[in-house]
């Protein structure tokens, strides 16, 4: 695996990008694109062998603001989406079929052409920032967010019922402008049914059997929390970040305390953040100032809990050896900066087919495929 980034460029502006989650062999990614026309979304095949990207463009019909892939079926994802220069308040959301395609076709040939989506349903409401599909259900289980409201919902074939509705609006403050007084983003929490939202300065959970408060941080950061996350392997850890430039890990448990650990390495708007499913001690980071940061936060992740379990054996088995093995293992810090983008990097994800392998999509239509660094790598599997 060669530590060299690949890079595809979109000819379009673009702000979303999504793992494929249910391809666990291959690597795979989607984005869809913000220009002008002839909008696209791509999938984007990675081989891991020898960095190539196989690229496959799907029209689509408007503006494509955010994307999510089904993680259970590699042919469903939903777009939120827009006509050009539209108001965002009727931003849509569609259910999308990814059409058979013929693997006979040349691949120079399919690469210049453009295929047909298959639009399976429409959701009715309009403002729509983001769709998150239930990792635990069988494709079963939606949420989407507009600026104030969670709708949790059920899709039966081409129908999509309501479940619940959360008002979130009472959680904002007098300090909070009226345009800051919105949802930005939201996670579903791996471990139990309750989602996470961020927006305003508020870090926000909502249990999803009564729609209630379940946790609440009204001054999260000093500005705008615009990315969150839940921590995969770790309960009760989320970590958020926003346009004070900081990004911050927070046991829910104790919101009001300090954050368990902050990172002050961007220098403008951080758009995105994501735990690594496996491996959670990595965490990247990407904003404005064009950059991706790959971060082990060891101490905080479930890894430091696991090795702590493992080291109560006395002083006297203690070796030479083992002391040194010790002082290999990962630390905290900032693993690595990739600064391949020259745009704000909107959206950086991990691989679910390879636990070394993200990706990350910046205004300017860059699509930069990269891997965790092999001394690090080397560090956390502890050879």
Not at 98 to 119: F, H, M, T
Not at 283 to 310: E, K, Q, R
Request: with cysteine; charged share 20%.
């Amino acid at each position: 695996m060669t530590e060299s980034s690949s890079v595809f460029g979109l000819r379009h502006q673009a702000r979303c990008l999504t793992a494929v989650t249910s391809s666990d062999e291959q690597s795979k990614f989607l984005a869809g694109t913000v220009g002008a026309k002839d909008n696209v979304v791509c999938l984007l095949e990675y081989d891991d062998d020898n960095g190539a990207i196989k690229p496959t463009m799907y029209s689509h019909p408007e503006e494509v603001w955010n994307i999510t892939s089904c993680p259970r079926d590699e042919d469903l994802f939903f777009t939120c989406h827009s006509p050009v220069s539209s108001n965002p308040m009727k931003r849509k959301a569609t259910l999308w079929r990814k059409p058979v395609i013929d693997d006979s076709i040349n691949e120079a040939n399919r690469n210049d052409q453009r295929y047909a989506l298959d639009p399976i349903v429409t959701l009715d409401n309009e403002g729509i920032k983001k769709v998150l599909w239930n990792p635990l259900e069988q494709n079963k289980q939606i949420i989407f967010i507009d600026t104030n409201r969670v709708y949790l919902s059920s899709l039966h074939d081409s129908l999509c019922e309501s479940i619940l509705t959360i008002d979130v609006s009472p959680i904002w403050t007098d300090s909070n402008s009226p345009s800051l007084r919105q949802l930005q983003s939201a996670v579903w929490n791996p471990h139990q049914p309750e989602i996470a939202t961020v927006g305003g300065q508020s870090l926000s959970g909502w249990d999803l059997r009564s729609g209630k408060s379940s946790f609440h941080q009204s001054e999260a950061h000093k500005s705008t929390v615009r990315a969150v996350d839940y921590n995969p392997n770790k309960p009760y850890c989320i970590v958020t970040g926003g346009d004070d430039a900081v990004v911050s890990i927070w046991d829910i448990r104790q919101l009001k305390k300090e954050p368990t650990m902050q990172l002050e390495n961007h220098t403008h708007w951080v758009w995105s953040v994501a735990f690594n499913k496996l491996q959670d001690q990595l965490l990247l980071t990407s904003g404005s100032d064009a950059l991706v940061h790959l971060h082990n936060v060891y101490s905080v992740s479930s890894a430091s809990y696991l090795d702590d379990s493992s080291d109560n054996e006395s002083a006297d088995d203690k070796s030479d050896t083992s002391n040194s093995s010790r002082s290999s293992k990962p630390v905290d810090g900032l693993v690595r900066t990739y600064d391949q983008h020259e745009d704000s990097v909107y959206k950086v994800v991990w691989s679910p087919a390879d636990t070394w392998t993200f990706a990350s999509v910046s205004y300017a239509g860059r699509v930069v495929i990269s891997q965790v660094p092999t001394d690090e790598k080397f560090k956390i599997l502890g050879v």
